[in-house]
């Protein structure tokens, strides 16, 4: 099935550290979403957004959608220990409310 | 608000049983899907329901996986002649009429033996 491409596929980095991470796709998609998934839980959504070009802030997590709308970057800044996790992009195509997943980021943060 | 609310967290079958998985979503969440999930995959789309009607099942196996939304009650994904393939993490996730953010639950991890 389609899915997104979503880099890098881990990270491990020193806590205060700057973190990016994106997903391209080669489909225009109306809608990009990030999530962070926690071992043994549901992924829980951090950011939305739904223009191209648009840049939107969560405390230390910006995320933009791309001008071509077909990418998208999620940045974390000063990471904490608590920012380890797989974070996830997704999006939607069209009308279709389905989402389609990236196959995750896994960061790990040195205390 | 109370969040998605699935059980049970943890399902164990046998081969051939059949599996229940519940899902209630967020109050005020009309539209439902369900997801699955692989050991260190994304979600891949199952199937998404409104109330009493299947609007999108194009991820679902066409044998042995039903799911509903009656107009009372949760979401329902029924898994018949469960097979060890079918060992996966599911979940179910709620949105608003008119919004595209879809809000997850903390999933089912069905094992079969």
């Known amino acids: 099935g389609q899915q997104l491409n979503q880099s890098p596929q881990s990270m491990f980095i020193q806590e205060g550290e700057d973190v990016s991470m994106n997903c391209t796709s080669s489909?225009?998609?109306?809608?990009w979403l990030w999530y962070k998934q926690d071992p043994g839980e549901g992924p829980v959504l951090l950011i939305a957004?739904?223009?191209a070009g648009e840049l939107t802030s969560n405390g230390r997590l910006t995320a933009q959608f791309g001008i071509t709308r077909k990418d998208s970057f999620l940045n974390i800044s000063a990471s904490i220990p608590s920012d380890v996790g797989i974070y996830f992009c997704?999006?939607?195509?069209?009308?279709?409310?389905?989402?389609?997943w990236g196959l995750g980021t896994s960061l790990a943060v040195n205390p | 608000n109370a969040g998605v609310m699935q059980n049970p967290r943890h399902l164990v079958r046998r081969r051939g049983q059949e599996a229940r998985l519940r899902c209630s979503p967020m109050?005020?969440?009309?539209?439902v899907y369900w997801y699955r999930q692989l050991p260190e995959e994304g979600l891949k789309f199952m199937v998404y329901?409104?109330?009493?009607?299947?609007?999108?099942e194009s991820g679902m196996p066409k044998e042995r996986f039903s799911a509903e939304f009656p107009k009372e009650g949760p979401s329902i994904l029924r898994i018949q002649q469960v097979v060890r393939g079918d060992s996966a993490a599911y979940f179910c996730?709620?949105?608003?009429?008119?919004?595209?953010?879809?809000?997850f639950g903390p999933g089912t991890r069905l094992t079969v033996t």
């Open positions: 996730a709620s949105s608003p009429p008119s919004r595209d953010e879809q809000y």
């Open positions: 109050k005020g969440h009309s539209h």
């Open positions: 329901l409104q109330k009493e009607n299947i609007i999108d």
């Open positions: 489909s225009i998609f109306n809608t």
């Open positions: 957004l739904y223009k």
């Open positions: 997704a999006g939607h195509r069209g009308n279709n409310r389905k989402l389609i």
